[in-house]
C-alpha cells in the first residue's frame, strides 16, 4: 500500500519518504547535544510520545533528533507510527483518550482543517524557543496551532547527459520541444502541481497564480493539451522520475526534490531546476489532552533549532523551515534545498486555504478541480 502524505501540489507517497532518504548524507552530522545546549528551559523528565511515518524515516528522526533531544533534555522520545496520522488523531480525539504527545499532519488535507475546528491541537509555545530560531523561522510557518515540519518540492529535474551544451531552465522550456526534444514525464495524480507549471509555462507570474478560478483551469488544460502527445509515461510513484531518467526512457520530468536531491549526492548525471516549483508543506502538532503536553512543547522548540533542524534536513532529505539552519549543513547541500534564498525565491508556494475552501455546491476548490482534471486526462 502507498499511502499519500502530501497534497497534489507536490505529491509524494509515505513510501518516497523513505526511499530518498539512504542516498542523502554525505558525511555523517549529529547535532552535538549537551545539557548546555538543551537549556533550562528545555530540561525536564519522563517522555513524549512522538509519531512519525516509520521505516528510515523514524529511524533517523531519532538519530538526529530525538537521541539529541534526550541527551540536552532527559526526556525520553517514544515513538510510534501508523500509516497516517490524521484517522488515528481523530479517533482518539473523539474517544477522549488521546495517547500521543506530537504528530505530523498533511496541510492539505481537509481532515487538518476538521481536527484543528475540533480543537484537537494544542498551540504552539513559542515562548520556549530561543530568539535566533524565532528569526530563522518564517512567520508564515509559526502557525497558532501547527508549526511547519518540513516542506518538499515537486520540480523540473533532467538528464545532463542528454542535453551536454545545456538544458532547460524553467517550465517554459519544458514545453519547448524543438529547443529540448525528448521524451517527458508528468505526475497522474499530481494535478495541483501540473495545473500550476503548466500556467506557468504560459506565461503567468508566480503571484498571479492564485485563485485556480475556472478561466485559468481552462488555459491550463488548454497548454497541457501541447505537451499530452510528448508525455512518455504518467509517473505514478515516487521514485519513477530519476528511474526513467537513469534509463534515458525519461529526458525530462517533474520530480520531488529528496528523490533527486538523493540521486544528485549518489553521482547521478541529473539537474534540478527550481524555477517554478510548487512547494507544499507538512505540520508539526502538539496533540491537545496528550499525556506529555509539557514535553511535547519542548520537543518541537528543540527541533526547530538551527543545528538540530539540519540534523533533521540531512536525516530526511527535506527541509525544515528554519534557514539558519544552511550554515550547518554542508556546502554541497546547500544549493540542492528549497529553502536556500536563491530556491526559495524561484518556487511557488500552494495555498492550502484555498484549496481547502468550499464552493457553493459543497465541494472543496480541490474537488472541483481534481474532477476537471480527470476529465481532461480521460479524453
Not at 485556480?212 to 483551469?217: A, H, I, N, P
Not at 502527445?229 to 529526458?251: D, F, R, V
Not at 496533540?287 to 540534523?311: C, D, H, M, Y
Request: charged fraction near 20%; glycine fraction near 8%.
Amino acid at each position: 500500500m502507498t499511502e499519500k502524505v502530501y497534497s497534489n501540489c507536490g505529491a509524494i507517497s509515505r513510501r518516497s519518504v523513505h526511499q530518498s532518504l539512504a542516498a542523502l548524507l554525505s558525511a555523517p552530522f549529529v547535532a552535538k547535544a549537551t545539557e548546555a545546549f538543551g537549556q533550562e528551559k528545555l530540561a525536564g523528565s519522563g517522555e513524549v510520545v512522538v509519531y512519525s511515518y516509520g521505516g528510515s524515516f523514524t529511524e533517523n528522526l531519532r538519530k538526529y533528533v530525538s537521541d539529541p533531544f534526550t541527551k540536552a533534555t532527559g526526556i525520553r522520545v517514544v515513538d510510534v507510527t501508523a500509516d497516517n496520522s490524521e484517522p488515528q488523531i481523530k479517533a482518539m480525539h473523539e474517544a477522549g483518550r488521546v495517547d500521543w504527545d506530537v504528530a505530523f499532519v498533511n496541510a492539505f488535507w481537509p481532515a487538518y482543517l476538521e481536527l484543528q475546528q475540533a480543537g484537537a491541537f494544542m498551540p504552539i509555545e513559542y515562548s520556549l524557543w530561543d530568539d535566533e530560531d524565532l528569526r530563522g523561522v518564517p512567520e508564515s510557518a509559526r502557525l497558532t496551532n501547527a508549526v511547519v515540519a518540513y516542506q518538499n518540492a515537486n520540480l523540473l529535474v533532467y538528464d545532463e547527459r542528454a542535453f551536454p551544451k545545456g538544458g532547460p531552465k524553467n517550465w517554459a522550456d519544458f514545453w519547448n520541444i524543438e529547443e529540448f526534444p525528448g521524451p517527458r514525464g508528468l505526475p497522474a495524480n499530481g494535478f495541483m502541481a501540473d495545473l500550476v507549471i503548466a500556467l506557468i509555462a504560459d506565461g503567468f507570474t508566480h503571484k498571479g497564480l492564485w485563485r485556480l478560478t475556472d478561466d485559468k483551469v481552462d488555459r491550463a488544460l488548454k497548454k497541457l493539451d501541447e505537451i499530452k502527445p510528448h508525455i512518455a509515461k504518467w509517473w505514478t510513484a515516487g521514485g519513477e522520475p530519476i528511474q526513467l531518467l537513469i534509463s534515458g526512457e525519461y529526458a525530462l520530468t517533474s520530480s520531488y526534490d529528496g528523490r533527486a536531491l538523493a540521486a544528485v549526492k549518489r553521482g547521478i548525471s541529473i539537474r534540478m531546476v527550481w524555477d517554478g516549483a510548487t512547494l507544499a508543506d507538512n505540520y508539526w502538532t502538539v496533540l491537545n489532552g496528550g499525556p506529555n503536553s509539557t514535553n511535547a512543547q519542548k520537543f518541537i522548540a528543540f527541533v526547530n533549532r538551527a543545528e538540530i533542524a539540519a540534523g533533521f534536513t540531512q536525516g530526511t532529505g527535506y527541509p525544515g523551515p528554519n534557514t539558519n539552519q544552511l550554515k550547518y549543513l554542508p556546502a554541497d547541500l546547500v544549493p540542492l534545498v528549497s529553502i536556500n534564498p536563491d530556491n526559495a525565491a524561484k518556487a511557488v508556494r500552494c495555498d492550502v486555504a484555498w484549496f481547502l475552501e468550499k464552493r457553493a455546491d459543497g465541494k472543496t476548490n480541490t474537488d472541483h478541480i481534481q474532477e476537471r482534471w480527470l476529465a481532461w486526462r480521460a479524453r
